[in-house]
């Protein structure tokens, strides 16, 4: 199992750049399932999630061209032939994203079988809500050992019909799924409480471009109008906000003077204004924004929210920050339960962090010191690499292929702009297997 050793002191300076987005990517490359005809897909992160993708692709008879360098970071694929539409356990434990061909295999096959996603570490993450609504499209939904069997209804033309469909809470997958169903539904579909990420943004304007009639993306309320058939498109992927997000506190809690470059500002709004909030110095141009810090950060609080509100997604990294400014910082976690795993790891690293219940209330500033520790996911690996970076000594972290799953070259990026980071163990390999399902 691969390590990260990292020797913390040195400020990050120059420019990092931001590859594609993990979470819309995923999305994009399921709509695939939709047309018969080839999607090619640009910007596409090389991260462990996407090879995981194209392994569920291909398992159920899709043609998936992946490559990286000099091909531009590109995915062609063809869904001509699904011979197989299954989700098999030993692909969907891997990554709970797997769910998202729910939607589309139906809205294509007229069935579907998934494997149920386990819990994870970062909380129950059931997709109730998922499958409520292809039920409400017409879909028959069974279970049996362990997986999801989902049919179109078997009178009339075999298709999904339209709904009204009122999410009791926002999901980000959920909508991407059921938009994805109900672009080759019969007649009108309508979503309220939608998810407003830009992800979901993402995946409407790639249906768009493949013959889809939808209206609304980005609001709570979607509106589609089934078409018979979708075609093939080109389309680019948008920037990761998540990495850009942890790029800037990387150049904040290291008191550097870094350029995020090929991003989104207006993706980053909520994490742009608490690092403001926290005293740190942000200069936004069109697609990058400077992180400067030299003085002394103040701490401020934050509750995570669905988008446009702060994301889940940047709270542990937000929080190593946190052991670095001056106060106490009340981070509220409303999204998922338990994700506090990176707590106790920031603990042992000299941090001073309680957790009651959905709030962690964090005293700093304190000093760091460095440790072994264990990355437990995805984000709290971010997490404990930014605390790396300013802590006392040499810092090792262990289970790095949780960051692997979404980071994209994580540790040549910090080390280009100065930070002591190197790899330590078995080479990256694109088909090692994850086991931290998200
Ligand atoms: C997506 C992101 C993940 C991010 C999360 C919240 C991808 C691949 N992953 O995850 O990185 O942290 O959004 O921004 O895009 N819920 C239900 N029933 C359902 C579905 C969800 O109760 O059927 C609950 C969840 O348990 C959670 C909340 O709704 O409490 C939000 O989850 P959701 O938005 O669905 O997260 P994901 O789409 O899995």
Redesign the pocket.
């Known amino acids: 199992m691969d390590k990260f050793v990292v020797r913390g002191g040195n400020p990050l300076l120059g420019t990092i750049k931001v590859s594609g987005a993990?979470?819309s990517a995923?999305?994009c490359m399921a709509a695939a399932i939709l047309t018969e005809d080839e999607l090619i897909l640009e910007n596409i992160p090389q991260v462990q999630?996407i090879e995981t993708e194209r392994k569920l692709l291909s398992s159920m008879g899709a043609e998936v061209e992946l490559g990286y360098g000099r091909a531009q970071h590109r995915t062609h694929i063809k869904c001509s032939l699904l011979s197989d539409p299954i989700a098999k356990y030993e692909i969907v434990k891997t990554m709970?994203?797997s769910s998202?061909v729910l939607g589309p295999l139906i809205a294509r096959t007229g069935m579907a079988r998934v494997a149920m996603p386990g819990g994870c570490a970062i909380?129950?993450?059931?997709?109730?809500?998922?499958?409520r609504g292809l039920e409400a499209m017409g879909a028959t939904i069974t279970q049996d050992h362990g997986y999801l069997e989902a049919r179109s209804p078997n009178h009339g033309n075999g298709r999904l019909r339209g709904a009204h469909i009122l999410f009791?809470?926002?999901?980000?997958?959920?909508t991407?799924d059921l938009l994805m169903a109900a672009v080759l539904a019969e007649g009108e579909t309508v979503f309220e409480n939608c998810?407003r990420?830009p992800?979901v943004t993402d995946l409407a304007a790639l249906l768009a471009a493949m013959g889809a009639r939808i209206e609304g993306a980005g609001t709570s309320t979607i509106r589609v109008q089934g078409v018979e058939r979708l075609h093939g498109a080109r389309y680019r992927i948008n920037p990761d906000r998540?990495e850009a997000g942890t790029f800037l506190i990387a150049g904040a809690i290291t008191g550097g003077d870094l350029n995020v470059d090929g991003c989104e500002p207006k993706h980053l709004g909520a994490v742009i204004s608490k690092l403001e909030q926290c005293g740190v110095k942000i200069d936004v141009s069109e697609s990058s924004v400077r992180v400067r810090s030299g003085g002394e950060l103040k701490a401020s609080n934050i509750s995570t929210e669905?988008?446009p509100g702060f994301?889940?997604?940047m709270q542990a990294q937000f929080m190593a920050l946190a052991t670095q400014t001056e106060g106490t910082t009340i981070v509220t976690e409303n999204?998922?339960?338990n994700r506090f795993m990176h707590v106790q790891e920031l603990n042992r690293m000299g941090a001073n962090i309680s957790v009651s219940g959905r709030t962690a209330t964090v005293t700093g500033r304190t000093r760091l010191q460095s440790a072994a520790v264990m990355c437990s996911d995805?984000r709290a690996s971010a997490s404990l690499v930014l605390a790396a970076l300013v802590a006392d000594g040499e810092t090792i972290l262990d289970r790095v292929y949780h960051l692997d799953r979404g980071y994209e070259n994580f540790e040549d990026k910090l080390r280009g702009v100065g930070a002591q980071i190197r790899r330590m163990g078995e080479v990256f390999s694109k088909n090692r297997r994850a086991t931290d399902p998200?």
Do not use: M, S
């Open positions: 993990k979470n995923l999305p999630d709970r994203a998202l909380g129950g993450r059931p997709i109730d809500l998922h499958i009791d809470k926002i999901t980000v997958t959920g991407e998810a990420e992800e998540i669905e988008y994301p889940t997604d999204i998922f339960e995805l998200r």
